[in-house]
């Protein structure tokens, strides 16, 4: 492909992402259901107006870069470390099951295969999609309900971000696996040393950051020279550690997160993420999907994959949650949701199909799942909370409702006091 063309096709994708994604959010699905739908439509698999192209998967890598960065800029660490060991139980469990459930669902439709071959590297990958929850979404949609705040809401929301730094990790074990030169112990020694370094690098580097933050808050400098770290880290997270290279974007944002112009630093990558790289990203997904190989047989993967990315996370999540002492009407609210899929599972899906550990006409599924999922999440917990309030008339509410019938009678007699006063 040309250069010409690919300004032609860059376009196309900017306009499209844009109005699907608006679509989509006046439908009241996440916007990147709608991108991703753009690429569907554009892409060789309809209409074919847009090919993939070397150029398009290279802005498509430094989208997802980024898209991981803002990610760790945005994570609250205090809030974090403030949820305890319940958030991180049902994070952990709510990492595993899934990841469980996915390697054997793909094992009793493809068949079970030995410790080590492509096969087994494949069953535990479909796994590893369904790991991470989407912190993105399952936060906008407890604002919506206006439940963020309560107990229930934060301890979904810590979980969440806690779960996808799991999954990031256990993503980066698993390609690392995969790799016939590399060894189980090589693989997390590199990884426990990228972890030792980023945090010693880290802590330098914080403090640099804030020196410069101090002299010049909000300017530009700050986040170019945020986003050069960015880029460095997911260099050298893949380049001397073997690490996915957007577990060094996340790192990095990590370090960040706790400056004074962490947010600032992040509005100015989105920018940057919302009007080019985000779009080309999200629809490049759409662009890589075949429906070619769309059988009968992998609809009926497509479905159960999509059942089993549900339901382990409700039953891993939710039973967690009930052994830590919460009620099965919250425990059931915990386990919808994490259910929600979004950017990180296409983010896991698109490393997989670099590295040939996925197929790209299993992208179907995971869109699938992503769809579902979305429109699901937010029609379930509102019906929880519907009921948890339904069931809630407590003496206090009624009190209360007594007393809102006494209020005008008090009002009167008050009234007449002072009339009398005045007389």
């Not at 690098?201 to 050069?228: E, N, S």
């Not at 770290?229 to 997270?237: D, G, H, K, S, V």
């Not at 992208?363 to 069931?391: D, E, N, Q």
Request: net charge neutral; aromatic share 10%; proline share 3%.
């Amino acid at each position: 492909m040309d250069r010409i063309a690919f300004f032609r096709d860059l376009a196309i994708i900017i306009v499209s992402a844009k109005v699907f994604g608006i679509i989509a959010q006046k439908l009241r699905a996440p916007q990147v259901v709608g991108e991703i739908i753009a690429g569907l439509l554009i892409g060789p698999c309809l209409f074919g107006f847009v090919k993939q192209s070397d150029y398009l998967s290279l802005i498509a890598e430094i989208g997802v870069i980024m898209i991981m960065f803002s990610a760790g800029l945005e994570t609250n660490l205090k809030e974090l470390i403030k949820t305890g060991p319940k958030a991180l139980m049902i994070a952990i469990v709510g990492v595993f099951i899934p990841l469980g459930g996915g390697t054997l669902l793909y094992s009793c439709f493809y068949g079970f295969e030995a410790v080590g071959s492509d096969g087994f590297y494949k069953a535990i990958f479909i796994g590893t999609i369904l790991t991470a929850t989407s912190v993105g979404i399952t936060v906008q949609t407890l604002k919506e309900l206006g439940h963020i705040k309560e107990r229930v809401g934060t301890l979904i929301t810590s979980a969440a971000i806690i779960d996808d730094v799991i999954g990031i990790i256990v993503l980066t074990f698993v390609i690392g696996f995969k790799n016939p030169e590399s060894k189980p112990l090589t693989v997390v020694i590199h990884t426990v040393l990228f972890f030792v370094c980023s945090i010693c690098v880290g802590m330098i580097m914080y403090y640099i950051f804030k020196f410069i933050d101090k002299r010049h808050p909000h300017q530009r400098r700050v986040p170019i020279l945020g986003f050069a770290l960015c880029m460095f880290f997911a260099f050298a997270a893949e380049e001397f550690f073997g690490i996915a290279d957007i577990t060094g974007a996340y790192v990095a944002g990590l370090i960040l997160c706790n400056l004074n112009d962490s947010s600032y630093i992040a509005r100015k990558i989105d920018i940057n993420s919302y009007m080019i790289f985000g779009p080309v990203f999200f629809a490049s997904i759409g662009l890589k999907t075949e429906f070619s190989g769309f059988t009968a047989a992998l609809l009926g993967f497509s479905l159960c994959f999509v059942a089993v990315g549900l339901i382990t996370k409700v039953v891993g999540c939710g039973l967690t949650a009930k052994l830590m002492g919460y009620n099965w009407n919250e425990s059931l609210k915990v386990g919808v949701g994490m259910m929600t899929r979004g950017e990180v599972a296409l983010i896991v899906a698109q490393k997989g199909l670099s590295v040939g550990m996925l197929d790209a006409k299993y992208f179907a599924s995971v869109i699938l799942l992503i769809i579902v999922s979305s429109v699901t999440t937010p029609i379930v917990l509102k019906l929880l909370y519907r009921k948890s309030h339904g069931h809630r008339r407590t003496d206090d509410e009624q009190g209360d409702e007594q007393g809102d019938e006494q209020q005008p009678q008090e009002q009167a007699v008050q009234t007449e006091q002072e009339t009398v006063q005045q007389a």
